[in-house]
């Protein structure tokens, strides 16, 4: 059940939200039918683009988690249904020359800061994995100065 996935992640990551003055929200769109997943992969996936999204958005920010279900036949170039989930931010932004290679292990955007703050460069590499071995794709659109928004797409089950 993603709904249940989505809240108890969203619950967990209220905490630092508030704590850093954002906020911090999930909209569920619609009936959401269940989905086989590995839900300890999931929630690994959901958590990675939270901490990331509440780590690049300043102090009085917006971060909002989408859940609905989208046909093959949409502007997201699905070829069949899935569960699309998305994690929008009003951060910083990720600058059109690093889109190509965030998913990229070991990639930072800003190396320096990276490291004082201990990042890996490996979060956004393992969502990509992740995804991809639920048959899935994950892809971000994001502008500097006004935030990112990074989406999720894992195909539904054919019906038997």
Known sequence: ???DLLRRKVSQSEI???DK???LKLDVHGEI???KVDPARMEQVI???LINAIRH???GGKITVSLETVTGDNAYQLDKPSLLISVADTGEGIAPEHLPYIFDRFYR???SR???EGETGLGLAIVKQMVEAHGGRVWVQSEPGKGSLFYVAIPLAEAD
């Open 109 to 111: 955007v800003e190396s």
């Open 114 to 116: 990276s490291k004082n």
């Open 57 to 59: 958005t300043p102090s």
């Open 16 to 18: 630092k939200a508030l």
């Open 47 to 49: 958590a990675n683009l």
């Open 1 to 3: 059940n993603m709904v």
């Open 33 to 35: 039918p269940e989905v």
């Open 21 to 23: 003055g954002l906020q």
